[in-house]
């Protein structure tokens, strides 16, 4: 069965930054793009961007254009998500979601604290 | 770019049907028929309930069905029941080859 599995929660600095990780398994890895989605504590859902595993293109959310990465490892089956420069405003829950038009599968979500 | 325009909250009682709106506009919604509707339980990931407009997953009760007219779509529950109750989120492709989601939808069942 199709599963991703997150990196543990992350406590950070303002300033500081982030690389989130998160993990396939149950299907094949290169053959399905990934979305970060991510959400703030009692807000909506925001996407962050989408990246072909293979090669890793690219797109990502102009909210977030110049402090956010996403990369990936093929012969992990993981792929990962850094987001430097961290405000208060980024304390959010973080999520990956197979997917390209929409989002199908969800990893488990990770915490990530901002505070000085 | 702003997020879907959802209605904050919506409520039915159980048995009865809702509709959930999701207004965007023909750079999203209204251009492509890329609309999915998701559902979170607190605590929880969301779960992704239709796709393309109109098509349900396996395994997605027939209870859920979706639409689009324009530059809205909408998602209806029918036969509401207690587990329903749950935040519901659009979302759409766009012209920019990005996604955005609507602001979400609280649902209670009275």
């Known amino acids: 069965q199709v599963q991703l599995v997150q990196s543990g929660a992350e406590v950070k600095k303002p300033g500081a930054s982030v690389k989130l990780s998160c993990k396939a398994s149950g299907y094949t890895f290169t053959a399905y793009y990934m979305h970060w989605v991510r959400q703030a504590p009692g807000q909506g859902l925001e996407w962050m961007g989408i990246i072909n595993p293979i090669g890793g293109d690219t797109t990502y959310a102009q909210e977030f254009q110049g402090r956010i990465t996403m990369t990936s490892d093929t012969s992990a089956a993981t792929v990962y998500m850094e987001l430097t420069s961290l405000t208060s405003e980024d304390r959010a829950v973080y999520y990956c979601?197979?997917?390209?038009?929409?989002?199908?599968?969800w990893g488990q979500g990770t915490t990530v604290t901002v505070s000085s | 770019q702003s997020a879907l325009t959802q209605p904050a909250s919506v409520s039915g009682a159980p048995g009865q049907s809702i509709t959930i709106s999701c207004s965007g506009t023909?750079?999203?919604?209204?251009?492509?028929?890329?609309v999915s509707w998701y559902q979170q339980h607190p605590g929880k990931a969301p779960k992704l309930l239709i796709y393309d407009v109109r098509n349900r997953p396996s395994g997605v009760s027939n209870r859920f069905s979706g639409s689009k007219s324009g530059n809205t779509a909408y998602l209806t529950i029918s036969g509401l029941q207690a587990e329903d109750e749950a935040h519901y989120y659009c979302?759409?492709?766009?012209?920019?080859?990005?996604?955005?989601f609507g602001g979400g939808t609280e649902l209670t069942v009275l």
């Open positions: 023909s750079s999203d919604v209204g251009g492509y028929n890329f």
């Open positions: 979601a197979r997917g390209y038009y929409d989002f199908v599968y």
């Open positions: 979302s759409s492709y766009t012209v920019t080859n990005t996604r955005i």
